[in-house]
């Protein structure tokens, strides 16, 4: 694709990187180390859904006022976020998704479809190459404007015709389309919204075209949604727009600087973040790990939140420290994802109690900086969880290195 | 936990200083010595949204009263709490109120701070503070609680093990004790010491019931039973090693005898939720949801049979809840799928009285959980299994709406 790209407009060297609001931080990792092995090197990350509202806010041609919802349901992952726009000045007030429903879920259960079908016809298997993904995305598109499509297949296995009508297919995506209804359900009840609040709903992404999607948003949110542009090309270009809004104002064209000068963008913690600590649990009256919350998701960037913890025992020399992620406000260790793990160490002989202070920093470029401090020695854990950083710095302590 | 500890510990000393400065200068004679009293004090609901098991209850330890010592000094108080009857001293559920590393007795230190002699308290002033939750007592009932403190000069401490004074008694200045009746709902350690084996016994019958739920006994059920029973022998003393194995033996064989000719066990389950705490209780669940995932199928029956337990014994249901989750995303089987297997309503532990506008939230409630959940499992088995997980709710989404 970079290549394709260069073809045309010259070398790449710098990109921007969107992603998806629900991806997982290894997903994330995938995302930029795919970057840089396409020589590409990453300047900003932005929110997907970000880049979408940004797009929209920007090229509507409307001057905006009100609560916008923006649904994005593409190839992959789907979506959904709500935004606050006066004028130039975009806030996103919360996001969610979910990471494997997009288009491609459909293509497969058009090709369960027609598998199926084909063994009833036949007596036998198809193969996969007999009736490729290609080959279901393009019945997908006919059943958008269709009310059904007939697959004519020959393969060495047999030759078949194969109605598929839409509603059949509405029928076996039905739970795909449930889950997206959920999720926006849920992104609202997170903001504290009712539909009422949403002026718009604004459709992004190539799989929004699909009749039963429409149905299914208004079936939510009570009104009409709106598609506006092209919806395969809303993040691309809402992320062009976040470039030149971060870039130095010298490298852009007098026109360029004008038109971002007056975008004023607002985003969110889209996860929440955490880190694991020992809890006397009442009800099981026994003491545990649980993952205690530092940044909450639909936290206000930048934000940093400091608390105070204690440690347990006489004696302790060393504390575990975790940075912990999660897509929910989660208290089980075990269902969070630990994005960093490593040691404080402490002064010897000192009793239970020691105060120490967790701080987590978290800004708009998805930059984490988080420290672990003991407040009485001031011994110090940080660590640097930034794009191309990943550096953690305590301060050693050179009797561990002594032979015994 | 730690944190709101802390905080309580800093809060009671300083309201001790304050009082103490405000109250010395008042031209009021004292008669008393310092004695103390304890007052309930409000349930500590730290947050209205959380489940009832955060909150807290605390009881205020007062004092009023001449201060107990004749000259200026660093005065210190130690407090203990003994069961009446038994004269046994409380246990601590925290680190920071145990009585030392090598000890669980509860002890709570004052710091009076420095005191001139004949300051006087002419109202109850807080001295410190318990929280319920954090005391262990000796046995279940309406028992008589003694709160016991001790006054002492800070550079001359007295020595206490196990709650008791083992030396330098002679450092005591003053004593002061309140009496206290609580009534309490679980069992004590020492119940639960005299139960332990009663219960063991009574746990392997139940964890056979939870093997046995599709009528027969798979053999990696059989083992995880044995494994379990093997552990809890290797861990007791030598000299109830014997008498232990038998023990739980002869359980294993006649649960399995009942079981399999159709036999009810409904009164082990009653008699083992009498005797066993809150603890056991769910290491009893613990224990069922290795039976239940042995042979890496969740089936109906076994999950119909874990709800009915965790009613039975009286267990919270979101806890359960919590501990099944745990073990649902590691089972290396596709779940929910036809056949004799679980439901979608017992797999999620959707319970079965709940009004359909109910179903909704509890779906919409679970479907955020297990979606935020997807991204943060294991690649492979366990983010297949959330993602079971979530297909499981869509469905349930679709049946309650079309109600």
């Given at each position: ?404 | ?402 109600k």
């Amino acid at each position: 694709m970079k290549e394709d790209a260069e073809q045309n407009i010259g070398q790449i060297t710098e990109a921007v990187v969107t992603i998806p609001a629900n991806f997982a931080n290894e997903a994330r990792e995938a995302t930029l180390a795919a970057a840089k092995t396409a020589g590409l090197s990453v300047k900003n990350i932005i929110n997907e859904p970000t880049a979408a509202a940004l797009y929209y806010a920007y090229s509507s041609g409307e001057e905006l006022n009100g609560t916008y919802a923006i649904y994005d349901l593409g190839g992959g992952t789907f979506d959904i976020s709500i935004i606050k726009v006066q004028g130039s000045d975009i806030e996103v007030i919360n996001s969610d998704g979910v990471s494997k429903l997009g288009g491609d879920d459909f293509d497969a259960k058009i090709i369960e479809m027609v598998q199926s079908k084909f063994k009833e016809q036949t007596n036998k298997t198809l193969d996969d190459e007999d009736f490729t993904k290609n080959d279901a995305e393009d019945h997908k598109k006919t059943l958008s404007a269709r009310d059904k499509t007939n697959i004519r297949i020959a393969s060495p296995n047999g030759r078949a015709t194969i109605e598929i009508t839409r509603e059949e297919f509405e029928n076996s995506i039905s739970t795909l389309i449930a889950q997206s209804e959920m999720t926006c359900e849920n992104v609202l009840d997170e903001a504290n919204l009712s539909v009422d609040d949403i002026n718009e709903v604004i459709l992004v992404g190539g799989s929004t075209r699909m009749p039963c999607v429409r149905e299914s948003v208004e079936k939510v949110f009570k009104k009409e949604p709106r598609t506006f542009g092209n919806p395969d090309e809303a993040v691309a270009l809402g992320a062009a727009l976040f470039v030149a809004y971060k870039a130095d104002p010298s490298n852009l064209t007098p026109l360029q600087q004008q038109a971002v000068a007056k975008v004023n963008i607002s985003d969110v913690a889209t996860k929440f973040f955490g880190t694991s600590i020992l809890e006397w649990n009442e009800e099981t009256k026994q003491h545990g790990m649980k993952n205690d919350i530092l940044i909450e998701k639909g936290s206000k960037l930048p934000c940093s939140v400091t608390k105070d913890y204690v440690t347990v025992s006489d004696g302790q020399t060393s504390i575990n420290c975790t940075v912990n992620e999660s897509n929910v406000e989660e208290t089980d260790p075990d269902f969070v994802k630990k994005i960093w793990e490593g040691d404080l160490k402490l002064p010897e002989g000192r009793p239970a109690g020691q105060q120490v202070n967790v701080t987590f920093a978290y800004d708009e470029n998805q930059t984490m900086k988080c420290s672990f401090l003991d407040v009485s020695s001031d011994k110090k854990t940080e660590i640097d969880l930034s794009i191309d950083n990943n550096s953690s710095k305590s301060e050693v302590d050179i009797n561990d290195f002594k032979v015994e | 936990m730690e944190l709101i500890f802390f905080l309580l510990v800093a809060y009671g000393l300083y309201s001790i200083f304050i009082s103490s400065d405000s109250q010395s200068s008042l031209p009021r004679s004292a008669r008393d010595t310092l004695y103390i009293s304890v007052e309930k004090d409000v349930d500590l609901g730290w947050d209205k949204n959380k489940p009832k098991n955060e909150d807290f209850t605390l009881y205020k330890v007062k004092g009023e009263g001449v201060l107990p010592n004749q000259h200026g000094m660093e005065l210190s108080a130690a407090l203990y709490i003994y069961d009446d009857e038994s004269n046994l001293p409380l246990l601590s559920n925290f680190t920071q109120t145990d009585e030392s590393p090598n000890s669980r007795v509860f002890r709570r230190d004052i710091n009076l701070g420095y005191q001139a002699p004949g300051l006087y308290f002419p109202e109850k002033v807080e001295l410190t503070n318990v929280i319920l939750e954090g005391i262990h007592h000796p046995h279940k009932g309406k028992r008589t609680l003694d709160f016991a403190m001790y006054f002492f000069d800070s550079k001359r401490p007295i020595n206490f093990r196990n709650g008791i004074i083992v030396a330098k008694k002679e450092n005591l200045i003053h004593y002061s004790s309140v009496k206290k009746v609580f009534d309490f709902d679980e069992p004590g350690y020492m119940d639960e010491i005299k139960n332990n084996d009663a219960s063991k016994s009574l746990m392997v019958e139940i964890a056979m019931q939870m093997a046995m739920s599709d009528g027969s006994l798979d053999k990696s059920e059989g083992d995880v039973i044995k494994r379990w029973i093997k552990k809890e022998v290797e861990s007791a003393s030598d000299s109830k090693k014997d008498e232990l194995k038998e023990n739980l033996n002869s359980s294993l064989e006649s649960s399995y005898k009942k079981l399999s000719s159709g036999e009810s066990i409904d009164s082990t389950i009653t008699k083992f939720s009498e005797i066993a705490s809150q603890n056991i209780k769910y290491q009893l669940i613990e224990f069922c949801l290795d039976v239940l995932s042995a042979d890496g199928v969740a089936d109906e029956a076994e999950l119909k049979n874990l709800e009915e337990l965790t009613k039975k014994i009286g267990l919270s249901f979101n806890e359960v809840q919590k501990m099944k989750d745990k073990v649902l995303v590691k089972i290396d089987t596709k779940i929910a799928e036809g056949g004799e297997s679980a439901s979608d309503e017992s797999l999620l532990g959707m319970k079965s009285d709940l009004s359909n506008e109910e179903a909704l939230i509890f779906i919409k409630k679970e479907y955020r959980k297990w979606n935020g959940r997807l991204n943060t499992l294991n690649a492979g088995n366990e983010r297949d299994n959330a993602q079971r997980m979530l297909d499981a709710l869509a469905r349930l989404r679709k049946k309650y709406e079309g109600k």
